[in-house]
C-alpha cells in the first residue's frame, strides 16, 4: 500500500523542500523592504515564503535569529558586488572608474537596497549583535579597496561611497555623475598599493 504524501510543515514535507530555510530568509528581506523591521512578523514572512507559520520554529529559534540570518545574507550579497567590481581594475585608473560604478549604480542600486541597509544600520545602531554585521561588512569593503589603495586611502574611499550614496539616493534633484568622478579622484591621488603590485606580479 503506497504511503500518502505528508502535509506542508510535517517532516517529510521539509524534506521535500529543502530550499524552505533560503525562501523564508529572501521572503524575510522582501517583507523588511516593505514594512520595515518593526512591521515584520512571523506571520507575514511565512505567507511571502509561501510556508506553513509553524514551519518558521523548525528553522529560526525568533525572529532575531531570522533577522540576523537575513541581514547577513544581505551584507554579503553586497559584498560580493562590491568586491567584484574592485577585482576587475587593473591599474589606478580602472581602480578609481570602480569606485565610481560602485556608487553610481551598484551600492543603493534599488529602493529595495536602501531601505535594507538603514533598516541594519538603525538595529546596528541600538544592538551590538548586529553591528557585528555592519563592521564585517565595512571590513570587506576595505579589503577590496586595499587591492588597490594603501589603507588610509582605502578607508577614506570607503567612506566616501558611503556618504555619497546615501546622498544621491535620498536627494530629491538628481546628481551630475561628474562629481562622484572628481570626489574619488581627490581623494585617490597615488598609485595602486604595493600589496596589489605584488600579488600582480605574482599572478
Not at 523548525?58 to 554579503?76: K, N, V
Not at 554585521?133 to 582605502?154: G, Q, Y
Request: aromatic share 6%; charged share 25%.
Amino acid at each position: 500500500m503506497a504511503h500518502e504524501a505528508a502535509p506542508p510543515g510535517t517532516r517529510l514535507g521539509r524534506r521535500n523542500d529543502p530550499d524552505r530555510r533560503d525562501r523564508i530568509i529572501d521572503a524575510c528581506l522582501g517583507v523588511i523592504a516593505e514594512v520595515g523591521v518593526a512591521g515584520t512578523t512571523h506571520r507575514k514572512v511565512a505567507e511571502a515564503a509561501g510556508v506553513p507559520l509553524g514551519s518558521m520554529t523548525y528553522y529560526f529559534a525568533g525572529m532575531d535569529d531570522l533577522l540576523r540570518e537575513a541581514f547577513t545574507r544581505f551584507a554579503m550579497g553586497v559584498s560580493q558586488q562590491f568586491a567584484g567590481r574592485m577585482a576587475t581594475a587593473t591599474d589606478l585608473a580602472s581602480a578609481r572608474a570602480a569606485v565610481v560604478a560602485i556608487v553610481i549604480e551598484d551600492v543603493f542600486g534599488s529602493a529595495r537596497d536602501l531601505v535594507l541597509t538603514h533598516e541594519l544600520y538603525t538595529l546596528a545602531a541600538r544592538r551590538p549583535e548586529y553591528r557585528t554585521i555592519t563592521s564585517a561588512w565595512m571590513a570587506r569593503s576595505r579589503a577590496a579597496l586595499e587591492r588597490h589603495f594603501d589603507p588610509e586611502t582605502a578607508r577614506q574611499l570607503d567612506a566616501l561611497i558611503e556618504g555619497l550614496t546615501i546622498h544621491r539616493a535620498l536627494d530629491a534633484e538628481p546628481r551630475d555623475p561628474a562629481e562622484v568622478v572628481r570626489a574619488v579622484e581627490r581623494i585617490a591621488v597615488s598609485a595602486p598599493s604595493r600589496a596589489h603590485s605584488v600579488r600582480g606580479a605574482e599572478a
